[in-house]
Every structure is written in structure tokens, then in C-alpha cells.
């Protein structure tokens, strides 16, 4: 089965990258927590930088992002098939609204909890380095009112700086 390559954006400290990836029928957050490789290819790829984020500065025919790079990711899956909703279907989970600060960012959005683990157990034994947010948003903290939003959000755990929460979402 081949998959339609699906839009995606990647925010780094200083850029967006907008562009396609092939993802192979498998979620964004697996193609990032797959340890084999250490970039994604990207097609049809823009470069927007953040300060100006409506003016493209390089437009290119493909483009490979170093993993490590990356803050966060907006998958571009529509809401009615997104991919990365799947993961938690049939896992009993519980949902908790965070606040999370990267670099020049703020995110907000839902954490699901396997179980009934608390949220820093969790993230403690979390074993892929991008973690997805859902129903998320991120706010440009240079100009709060530029944002960002997708149905799910992944983050670069270690360019997590704080991670706030007060208890679990309502279901």
C-alpha cells in the first residue's frame, strides 16, 4: 500500500519548513522516534523564517531535516483520518492538558497517559524522543499573535524546557 505524501511543518529555533513527506503508511511520531534514521525527506519544500512568517525565503524541490533539529512538527492530516488519533484508540488512557515552552514557543494541548500513570512517571518512561500533543496549539512568544495549530503537534522532548499541568483533561 502506498500512502499520498502528506503535508508537514517543522519549526526549528530559527526556521518553518513546509513541505511533503512520504511517510509510508505509518504515523509522523513513528517516522520521528524511528531511531534507524537521523533526518526526514521532505518534497516540494518551502523555508519560511520565523520573524517573518508569511515570506518564503527558499523554495526547493526536496530537502532532508535533521531530526535533532526539530522542535516540534504539525502533522497536516486532516481531522477525519488523522493517523496519529489511532495510536490511542484502543489504549485506556487518560488526557492531560499541558503548557509546554521549546525554544521561542509556547504549546499547549493534550497529553494522553497510558493508564492511570501520572504525567511524570509518564514522561519519565516515554521511550521515543518526539511526543504528541493533541487538539495543540503553538504561540510564536516574539509575536504572541502569530500560532500555529493541528490536530496533533510532536515535540522534541529535549528541546522541552517546562512542562506544566494541573490535572487530567476532562474527558
Known sequence: MTDEPRTVEFF?????IVGAAELGGQRLTDVLNDDLTSSVE??????LRLLTPSKV???????????QCILFAVSGVQSGDAAERRLF???DTTEWGVFITVSSFELTGKFHVRGTSDLK????????????????KAVF?????????GDV?????SHMEVVCTDQPAAR
Open 12 to 16: 526549528t529555533h530559527q526556521h518553518r
Open 57 to 67: 525565503v527558499a523554495a526547493h524541490d526536496s530537502a532532508l531535516i535533521d531530526k
Open 121 to 136: 512517571t509518564m514522561l519519565l518512561a516515554w521511550t521515543g524522543q518526539f511526543i504528541p500533543l493533541t487538539e495543540a
Open 42 to 47: 521532505l518534497m516540494d519544500v518551502r523555508i
Open 141 to 149: 512568544t516574539l509575536y504572541p499573535d502569530i500560532a500555529f495549530t
Open 153 to 157: 503537534i510532536i515535540v522534541n522532548r
Open 89 to 91: 484508540k484502543h489504549v
